[in-house]
């Protein structure tokens, strides 16, 4: 069975109530009944969380999701009330934690794919199809697709893995008026994204992202263009056919399927701890990523 080695113990805090804690963020809710989400050091990988945490990750991934919010503001409300840490709360929860607002979430994970790659590239050698959409032939590893595509998943329990569905089973899953309006934000949120990382020398190779309700107005959730929820590309490297250079967790990745590691992806064993060299070469991608998208420093 995958998922946690360990289920870390939820932080106590005053004046908040533990929610769930997931792969890598912890959930709260407070007196209002705003909820609480602080992004840990965590990190996951084939479906493990390793034993091993990312010095920085939670901090890059809640800036870079503020830094995408404002963003995309004109496009899609956010669920975002307030970066600031909540009265009670550990010192080091500072810079990892946003309070937002309770939505009516939507049970689908909204991909959005512009090139081939992951296992929309397996779904393509197999039916020449992605979630049931015909693409061209001669496509590889790496391919610029004709057009962005409407890629939707259904959300699985921690532990197992989200299904590509067809835009047709989001129809009938959540009604045909609320699967197009997911559609269309997917698609303008990412067609933004795409191009305002195009300029800073990368490429939007897919993302995924998660919405809800606040009333009847479709909201933005969870995290947003990160290194985890997205795969960003150096344009400059980029060579269809191959895999390619990636900001995310391939460091990772690579290290646990070698030799060094020796760890059995099949054996469904607890991942190993990472070395040093690991972790450090992870977090400078992820921190490479934040400055090269906001234009900022890391500090």
């Given at each position: 069975?995958?998922?946690?080695?360990?289920?870390?113990?939820?932080?106590?805090?005053?004046?908040?109530?533990?929610?769930?804690?997931?792969?890598?963020?912890?959930?709260?809710?407070?007196?209002?009944?705003?909820?609480?989400?602080?992004?840990?050091?965590?990190?996951?990988?084939?479906?493990?969380?390793?034993?091993?945490?990312?010095?920085?990750?939670?901090?890059?991934?809640?800036?870079?999701s503020l830094w995408w919010f404002d963003q995309?503001?004109?496009?899609?409300?956010?669920?975002?009330?307030?970066?600031?840490?909540?009265?009670?709360?550990?010192?080091?929860?500072?810079?990892?934690?946003?309070?937002?607002?309770?939505?009516?979430?939507?049970?689908?994970?909204?991909?959005?794919?512009?090139?081939?790659?992951?296992?929309?590239?397996?779904?393509?050698?197999?039916?020449?199809?992605?979630?049931?959409?015909?693409?061209?032939?001669?496509?590889?590893?790496?391919?610029?697709?004709?057009?962005?595509?409407?890629?939707?998943?259904?959300?699985?329990?921690?532990?197992?893995?989200?299904?590509?569905?067809?835009?047709?089973?989001?129809?009938?899953?959540?009604?045909?008026?609320t699967a197009a309006e997911l559609r269309q934000a997917t698609l303008a949120v990412y067609?933004?994204?795409?191009?305002?990382?195009?300029?800073?020398?990368?490429?939007?190779?897919?993302?995924?992202?998660?919405?809800?309700?606040?009333?009847?107005?479709?909201?933005?959730?969870?995290?947003?263009?990160?290194?985890?929820?997205?795969?960003?590309?150096?344009?400059?490297?980029?060579?269809?056919?191959?895999?390619?250079?990636?900001?995310?967790?391939?460091?990772?990745?690579?290290?646990?399927?070698?030799?060094?590691?020796?760890?059995?992806?099949?054996?469904?064993?607890?991942?190993?701890?990472?070395?040093?060299?690991?972790?450090?070469?992870?977090?400078?991608?992820?921190?490479?990523?934040?400055?090269?998208?906001?234009?900022?420093?890391?500090?």
């Amino acid at each position: 069975m995958s998922g946690f080695v360990e289920k870390p113990e939820p932080r106590e805090v005053p004046g908040l109530v533990h929610l769930h804690t997931g792969k890598v963020r912890d959930l709260y809710r407070n007196a209002s009944g705003d909820l609480v989400m602080v992004a840990s050091d965590r990190i996951s990988a084939y479906d493990w969380v390793l034993p091993t945490e990312i010095p920085d990750k939670g901090r890059v991934l809640t800036q870079l999701s503020l830094w995408w919010f404002d963003q995309l503001a004109d496009l899609v409300p956010n669920h975002v009330l307030s970066s600031e840490l909540p009265e009670g709360a550990p010192a080091d929860w500072a810079g990892r934690t946003l309070v937002c607002k309770a939505l009516d979430m939507v049970p689908v994970e909204c991909v959005a794919r512009g090139y081939l790659t992951g296992s929309g590239l397996t779904e393509y050698e197999q039916t020449r199809t992605v979630c049931g959409l015909a693409l061209p032939h001669g496509l590889v590893d790496g391919s610029e697709l004709p057009a962005a595509v409407f890629t939707p998943a259904t959300k699985a329990a921690v532990g197992e893995h989200d299904e590509n569905v067809s835009y047709e089973e989001v129809a009938r899953q959540v009604g045909a008026e609320t699967a197009a309006e997911l559609r269309q934000a997917t698609l303008a949120v990412y067609a933004r994204a795409r191009d305002t990382a195009r300029e800073r020398g990368l490429i939007l190779a897919d993302t995924k992202f998660e919405f809800g309700f606040d009333g009847g107005e479709l909201v933005l959730a969870d995290e947003v263009l990160t290194p985890d929820s997205s795969r960003f590309w150096p344009a400059e490297e980029w060579e269809p056919g191959r895999a390619q250079p990636s900001f995310d967790k391939q460091f990772v990745r690579d290290w646990l399927t070698s030799p060094e590691s020796g760890w059995d992806r099949a054996a469904e064993r607890p991942t190993p701890p990472l070395p040093e060299k690991v972790v450090e070469a992870t977090r400078a991608k992820y921190i490479e990523a934040y400055e090269r998208l906001t234009g900022l420093n890391w500090a």
